[in-house]
């Protein structure tokens, strides 16, 4: 069980969170399903002021207006989508497609949206590059479903959920979400204040660098989580339920920053 055992809690029911666990595997699993069968995403309804489509070609590209950007909104579905950051004045999105669909690139005010191809047939190799202003730190929203997603950046937050594909992120934020029901997750992010991962199916792997996380929270209720965190002391409270937790960081319990390990079932490492 956990290699560093926290003072014995009161004892919690099992049953729900392996229920939990199970329907979210599950649901990934169909979500990635639907992907391919066409049921998955749709374009936006007339919320955008504008809008540019990359479609077919060899490559095409697509620029959307300039202004300071405050959010990104970013859906794919069975497609890889790489997002970096660039001398450029305004988001770009370069695609290349081999079939009828587009990547949609639409802005809102300071808000941009970005949407894989939709229709009955997905293109495996439809694939796009999303290029951001560099120095923008934006709020990032991010849909992965049985696609694969590349980030780096500075963001501000970054909100990510990963079901039945793949994910590797890197560059600094302020706060990460990632939740993972099924595929793998890669996070290197520098200067996190605040860091939560949910695992219900698949490997994540996150490290941490820089300063010290205010909070951390890491709950796993099937599949693995490998955490590393920079090297300093934490309040560590571990439920490790029918799961393990293998502990290697130093413990206070006075310490300003927080660790919260849940372990329904699958692993946990924690390591500094």
Do not use: C, K
């Amino acid at each position: 069980m956990s290699i560093d055992t926290p003072p014995p809690a009161a004892p919690r029911r099992r049953g729900a969170a392996f229920a939990i666990s199970v329907v979210t595997i599950v649901a990934g699993g169909f979500i990635a399903l639907g992907t391919f069968l066409g049921t998955g995403l749709s374009a936006a309804h007339g919320m955008a002021s504008s809008r540019w489509d990359a479609t077919v070609g060899d490559q095409v590209s697509s620029a959307a207006e300039s202004g300071t950007l405050s959010s990104l909104d970013v859906q794919v579905a069975g497609a890889r989508l790489s997002i970096v950051s660039g001398d450029v004045e305004a988001p770009e999105i370069d695609a290349a497609t081999s079939g009828p669909n587009a990547w949609t690139l639409e802005r809102d005010g300071d808000h941009l949206r970005v949407v894989s191809p939709t229709g009955s047939f997905i293109d495996p190799d439809s694939r796009a590059t999303l290029t951001l202003p560099r120095g923008s730190s934006v709020a990032a929203d991010v849909r992965v479903s049985g696609g694969t997603l590349d980030v780096q950046g500075d963001f501000d937050a970054l909100d990510i959920e990963v079901s039945g594909g793949s994910a590797t992120v890197s560059g600094t934020a302020r706060s990460v979400d990632l939740s993972l029901a099924g595929g793998s997750a890669s996070v290197d992010l520098t200067d996190a204040s605040t860091a939560a991962f949910d695992v219900a199916g698949g490997r994540l792997t996150a490290a941490l660098d820089g300063a010290t996380p205010e909070s951390t929270r890491v709950e796993v209720t099937a599949g693995s989580a490998d955490v590393t965190l920079p090297d300093d002391e934490y309040a560590v409270t571990t439920d490790d339920g029918v799961g393990t937790v293998d502990n290697r960081l130093r413990r206070n319990a006075a310490a300003v920053a927080t660790v919260d390990v849940t372990a329904t079932m699958g692993s946990v490492t924690l390591r500094s």
